[in-house]
């Protein structure tokens, strides 16, 4: 890095859904350095440390080169790319023969490209036949798609990240923008409005400590208290009668639905006084902006999505939509869930179109130029569905890409043992150390990010391009051309005669996403994104005759028409149901994961590969315990204790600290150990695991 650039060029940041824009620094093409892109309206300016570091995590040693075989020793060794291809093409096909089509599935991700996305969910559903395939964003996003779909029409967060300088009341559930979304947290700092800032958590997080208000409610009372806070709006007429009338569905069941859950009755469930809980509502009616921001404290919950659309339905009975400073905001995860969420051809064909519908499927098939009956009919089953169908062996084959389940998904020991019963287990990533690579019969090593090149969408709905900015190390190919690659060994190349590089896909993309919501067919390709600073979708053709510009931050649902076919959006409620695993005397403490770091990512396949950034961050894993309950066990601060769940133990170091409650633990997701004690139960609309909640005993190791 002390080469002196001759050239630079901009690109997004390929970790969190913020999706900042960077400046690389180039010598001879490469990249040798990179600064926060000051004129990206996204984060003027501004990167978190995983930003600053991304190109030092390309160079690790552990990165995959070259394919690798398991042998019958057990023992990885190193083949051909031809080699590689024919063997997953020979035993995929082999065990789709033997076992049915739909006993080979994939497992994809919210890190890579849209164009990638897109390409592997047509090549896998329309080229090889595999009917399901699901993300690692049903481990963030699954949630927050569900209820907005539910309640708006389409899966569809309304706002732009302007909105967190215009609110003059923003209220953060189940999130921590401090430490999960920092350059966020940085535009909130920049409102002049004079803010009220309320978090509602568990923890008393950063962003509790930053706020003006904290309910420190108890561990997934949020549904109970979020119908309290509407009982009251609507007992104080804190409602927008007009907006409800001319926009919503379902107001009338609502008042029924939550007259029950009044402060009084909720406040004990809560552990927040019924005056706080009233005072809350009152600011929320008072105000004249406000925003209402969530992140996985909710999505990942048994009751998540009727959580989020509480969330929703607050916003819209207060009429705090469609203006500036508004919105019922899901702030995604991933770089590229949003692309996930439109693109991956799992949950929703192509384009968030509808595998059952006819119509649908005709219209992708003519966009993609393919024959319609190659579109299943019924989506994929879900993350868990797959691995329920590895359980019964009916799914005995599996494609990873750029996901780590034998780390992060739930009830770790149980994914781990699945995996393990597959007879035959590919994975592709940058990385041939990661906790499912250690599983795999077959390692196809991937370009990273800054390897290659596409797009990703960002929380707000902004397309933003990444470059290619390195060589890739070895014979480590960019996902795109290694499904070009398989799309030939498969034998359906013909099919994707038209997918020669990223931006013909993205074509094909805009093609397909015609009438739809999120319709891009405005914009003109990868120059006028990187030109304009991204491009939030909807950029429809028309929009680009108007006299809105690209460059100028768009929100949805100004003229209050939502996409349901009648234009109005629907008040979802439902019952408020118990813990799965409730704190009991064998297992007293409640146990919550979550982002423990700004420094850290997910796993840590990338992040841990920077010195800088494992400085910032204990590498042993540690566990948050209250004083009390720390005495109470005879723990003092860096203690060895032992932590316990019915389904596994694990090791970690005491953090004794008042942010979490009594009866309360909390750790970071990002040790590998983390999930040997989580519960795998789900919510039942969205499927997303519910992380935040399992019942564990500690003590002194
Ligand atoms: Fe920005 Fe997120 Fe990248 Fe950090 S990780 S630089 S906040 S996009």
Aim: glycine letters at 8%; hydrophobic letters at 35%; proline letters at 5%.
């Amino acid at each position: 890095e002390s080469m002196q650039a001759d050239a630079t060029t901009t690109a997004v940041c390929g970790y969190c859904s913020t999706g900042c824009g960077l400046r690389l620094h180039l010598r001879d093409e490469e990249a040798v350095g990179l600064t926060p892109e000051t004129s990206y309206p996204v984060n003027l300016g501004m990167a978190c440390p995983k930003g600053w570091e991304a190109l030092r995590v390309l160079d690790s040693e552990d990165r995959a080169t070259e394919p690798l075989i398991r042998g019958s020793d057990g023992k990885f060794a190193a083949v051909s790319w031809d080699h590689a291809l024919r063997l997953f093409t020979t035993r995929m096909k082999g065990i789709q023969r033997q076992h049915g089509p739909d006993s080979v599935a994939f497992l994809s991700t919210g890190q890579i490209a849209c164009e990638e996305m897109a390409f592997l969910g047509a090549l896998a559903k329309f080229g090889m036949g595999i009917k399901h395939g699901d993300g690692n964003t049903r481990q963030c996003m699954a949630t927050a798609a569900t209820a907005y779909k539910e309640s708006f029409g389409f899966d569809s967060p309304p706002f732009t990240y302007d909105d967190f300088e215009q609110s003059d009341c923003m209220v953060f559930i189940g999130a921590n923008p401090c430490i999960g979304h920092p350059i966020m947290w940085e535009r909130v700092l920049r409102n002049q409005n004079d803010p009220e800032i309320i978090v509602i958590d568990p923890r008393r997080t950063e962003s509790a400590m930053a706020a003006t208000q904290h309910l420190q409610i108890r561990p997934k009372s949020d549904l109970a208290l979020l119908y309290a806070i509407t009982n009251h709006l609507i007992a104080c007429e804190c409602v927008d009668r007009k907006f409800i009338n001319n926009h919503t569905e379902g107001f009338e069941k609502l008042c029924e639905h939550v007259s029950r859950f009044t402060p009084d009755a909720v406040a004990p469930m809560t552990g927040i006084s019924a005056d706080a809980i009233r005072q809350t509502a009152e600011t929320i009616g008072r105000r004249k902006a406000v925003s209402l921001w969530w992140t996985m404290g909710v999505n990942q919950s048994y009751e998540g999505t009727r959580t989020a659309q509480a969330i929703i339905n607050i916003a819209l009975i207060t009429g705090n939509i469609g203006r500036p400073g508004t919105g019922a905001n899901s702030i995604t995860g991933q770089c590229n869930a949003m692309g996930s969420r439109l693109w991956s051809n799992t949950t929703n064909l192509f384009g968030h179109h509808d595998f059952k519908d006819s119509a649908d499927r005709e219209k992708v098939a003519s966009s993609l130029g393919i024959d319609p009956e190659r579109i299943p009919t019924e989506p994929s089953w879900s993350y868990d569905g797959i691995m329920d169908g590895i359980r019964r062996g009916d799914i005995r084959g599996l494609w990873v890409i750029a996901t780590n389940p034998a780390h992060s998904w739930i009830h770790q020991s149980e994914a781990r043992n699945l995996l393990d019963r597959l007879d035959f287990l590919v994975v592709q990533d940058m990385y041939h150390t990661t906790e499912t690579a250690r599983h795999a019969d077959l390692i196809l090593p991937a370009a990273g990010w800054g390897e290659k090149s596409g797009t990703f969408i960002n929380s707000e709905r902004r397309y933003g391009v990444l470059k290619k900015v390195r060589r890739a190390p070895g014979k480590a190919l960019a996902d795109f051309h290694i499904f070009r690659a398989l799309a030939s060994y498969w034998g359906v190349e013909e099919m994707f005669a038209e997918w020669t590089d990223p931006e013909a896909v993205f074509r094909i993309m805009q093609r397909a996403s015609e009438d739809q919501p999120c319709d891009i067919t405005g914009i003109q390709g990868y120059e006028q994104i990187d030109r304009c600073g991204g491009v939030q979708w909807p950029w429809t053709e028309a929009d680009a005759e108007g006299d809105f510009q690209p460059e100028q931050q768009r929100r949805l649902f100004a003229d209050g028409r939502f996409y349901h076919h009648d234009g109005r959006a629907r008040l979802v409620v439902d019952d408020v149901t118990a813990m799965p695993e409730a704190p009991d005397a064998e297992y007293p403490t409640l146990l919550m994961t979550g982002r423990g770091t700004v420094s850290q990512w997910h796993t840590q396949t990338r992040t841990n590969k920077s010195p800088v950034l494992r400085k910032l961050y204990p590498n042993e894993a540690y566990i948050e315990i209250n004083p009390e309950d720390a005495a109470a066990m005879g723990v003092e601060n860096g203690d060895q204790v032992r932590a316990q769940s019915r389904r596994g133990s694990l090791l970690a170091t005491a953090m004794v600290t008042p942010t979490v409650k009594p009866g309360h633990a909390f750790m970071p997701m990002h040790y590998e150990a983390t999930n040997q004690l989580t519960l795998g139960h789900f919510d039942p609309h969205s499927r997303q695991p519910s992380y935040k909640d399992c019942a564990v005993r500690i003590e002194r190791a």
